[in-house]
């Protein structure tokens, strides 16, 4: 049980770190950028996200029991890069204010979400299956990333 505290622990503190870098952000420069049609409302973010990492606290857990805590197996590994790497976009899109290199930083963040996911899976499917969620918000968010770059001429 505390070993799920743990990984609670540590998604949601990506998740606040990420708020960090984008409560300003969101009320004054998000607010003055074209975005596409299709942007959801602010208010969907938060709920949204809020599930996706407890989703991905649990998945972490699950497989962090599973491989009877051998260290840091590459499953892990791939958890904890996605992880710093889903912070860190918040960081670059809306602290650094830069679409365009946040785009590149989301393509890595996806790239990890699916190598997590496979081992995930591979180690526990139920542990895959709770990132098939995240895995598809950020391949949403990597298509509005893009499009809010393509729009502001970042």
Known sequence: MFSLIVFIILSFSAAALGVVFTNHSLKTWYLTIKKPSWNPPNKVFAPVWSVLYMMMALAGW?????INFKGLSLP???????LILNA????VFFGFRRPDIALLEIIFLWVFIILTTVSFWIVY???GVLFLPYLLWVSFALVLNHAIWRLNNF
């Open 62 to 66: 699950m497989v962090w029991g599973r």
């Open 125 to 127: 499917w139920v542990a």
């Open 88 to 91: 860190g976009w918040s960081m």
């Open 76 to 82: 892990m590994v791939f958890f904890f890069v996605q």
